[in-house]
């Protein structure tokens, strides 16, 4: 079954899932380490108002998606990633600070051996906090299998999170790109079903998308749906929701919320 992913460091149920007795502990060990708490793109006292001079700051921890066990060594770096990108590497309990974030077209990524690189796109308006998970290469190698799509390191793909009024995983909404990837929504077991047509637990996969940046779009009955806090950049065209970078063989975050 599909563990959920949990990107933001706050409250146990911040993003909506309550934290396991693993997840606690990574909080508290960032806690203590960090002196941070905040859910991503939220409002904070401890969260600066601007960047220090060198760029936006984001700092948490990164642990593996289905044990959520703490990585170590994983190698992160600020968007758009170049030969000269400012980088970190996780420490033996998965904790890492990286600066030099900027206001516009900017985020971060994760890449460790075994998993699949995944990147953030960030609008960052302050210092945040978060907890990432890396899918490893044999797990995204399945679930392109369940959704009827390919993951050859040719094309991109989305891994998203459209949460509702209450924080939680929306039913019922749905995603759209403005390049036509493979979409699959997770099912009540946590597999991915292609013949589904809207989210059960708010989440899903869109594979197959050619590298650049596109739109993505959500869409539920009755409510708005934006990028969630700081995640995601502008959209590029009117009444798309967020734009977010693809890369060939690697995963981009993208979470919603609709209310």
Partial sequence: MDVPRRVAFGPPVCDGSPMSVAGLGKLATAVSI?????CSGGT?????????????VVAGTVGDSLTEAPLAGVSLCV???SSTSTCTTSSLYGVFTLTGLAATGSGFSASLANYV??????TPVSTSSWMIDLRSTSDVTTLAQQAA???DGTTGAITFEVDGPDNGGLGG????????GKIAYFDTSGTLDPSLT????GDGFVFQLPPGTLDVTGTASGLTC?????????PLASGATTSAPIVAGQLTRVHLVCH
């Fill in 34 to 38: 960090l002196g941070l708490v905040a």
């Fill in 44 to 56: 904070t006292g401890s969260s600066s108002s601007g960047d220090s001079g060198t760029g936006f």
């Fill in 79 to 81: 968007l758009p990633s």
């Fill in 117 to 122: 690189t995944e990147n953030w796109a960030v």
């Fill in 149 to 151: 799509a390919t993951f």
């Fill in 173 to 180: 909404a749905t995603i759209a790109t403005s390049v036509v």
């Fill in 198 to 201: 809207a989210t059960v637990g």
């Fill in 226 to 234: 934006v990028s969630q806090g700081q995640e995601g950049w502008p």
